[in-house]
């Protein structure tokens, strides 16, 4: 059974490392080094390094933490990301230290994003975030909608790794649109526990997202409705959550 490590990166990002039994890791979106050392000084060995998307943020220490552990980085098939980075295609795919992984393409926040499950925890940087999704800044609303299915689609116990500290955020949005949802209340009181500790509220998982998350949530009365409201009709699910997506772009 793998463990999962979170490191606090940059203002709000998180870099996520899975390790095996053996102490070899898998490294996601290593937006900086510095969190990371004390780790790899305490033997942290990284077999891969893997990127979602191109943004800094979450590729600005691919190319120093692949000098320092002689790992290779592996990401979307897009000239953005760090030269020397290995395009994986969609599907199942074996990494060095014979790591399993399944890419799944899922674009939106950007158009070459992807997302990695791995022994039942999902990297899915700046597409789900916990009570959240990512901006559109490439993709459009119908991609986005279709990426977040995908992943909806996964099983319950999916462990959501986000690429950002988002949730108490994106709790404040999610209330307004649906009030009434207890199961958003109970993970947000864990979320809170969990920050309290000094750890971070991530991951989720998909059952909480299913469960509590709005943008997961745009076929429930109880989203559809009040969004349909704010705009004085929806005509399809495409519509709310294009509508939703921009309502929570304008929320302060």
């Known amino acids: 059974m793998s463990t999962l490590l979170a490191f606090r990166a940059l203002r709000d990002n998180l870099v996520w490392a899975l390790v095996d039994g053996r102490g070899q890791a898998l490294v996601v979106d290593p937006g900086e080094l510095a969190p990371v ?83 039942g925890h999902l990297f899915c940087g700046d597409t789900l975030f916990s009570l959240g999704c990512g901006r559109l800044f490439e993709g459009t609303p119908a991609e986005m909608l279709a990426s977040l299915d995908r992943l909806a689609a996964l099983p319950d116990g999916t462990r959501v790794c986000c690429g950002h500290e988002y949730t108490l955020d994106n709790a404040r949005f999610a209330a307004v649109v649906e009030p009434s949802n207890a ?10 526990r969990r920050l309290a500790d000094g750890r971070p509220s991530l991951p989720s998982t998909i059952g909480i997202e299913r469960a509590a ?17 704010r705009e004085g009709g929806v005509d399809d699910r495409v519509a709310t959550f294009t509508a939703l997506r921009r309502w929570k772009d304008g929320f302060a």
Do not use: C, Y
């Open 213 to 229: 998350n709005p943008f997961l949530r745009i076929d429930q009365p109880s989203v559809r409705d009040p969004v349909a409201a």
């Open 37 to 119: 050392e004390p780790a790899l000084a305490g033997g942290l060995r990284v077999d891969a390094i893997l990127l979602t998307h191109h943004h800094a943020d979450h590729t600005g220490a691919a190319r120093a933490l692949s000098e320092r552990t002689g790992a290779p980085v592996f990401g979307p098939r897009d000239p953005r990301l760090p030269e020397g980075s290995l395009p994986m295609s969609a599907g199942a795919a074996t990494l060095p230290g014979d790591w399993q992984v399944e890419v799944i393409p899922v674009p939106g926040h950007t158009h070459h994003h992807v997302a990695f499950l791995a022994d």
């Open 183 to 192: 199961a958003r209340d109970a993970w947000v009181d864990e979320a809170r």
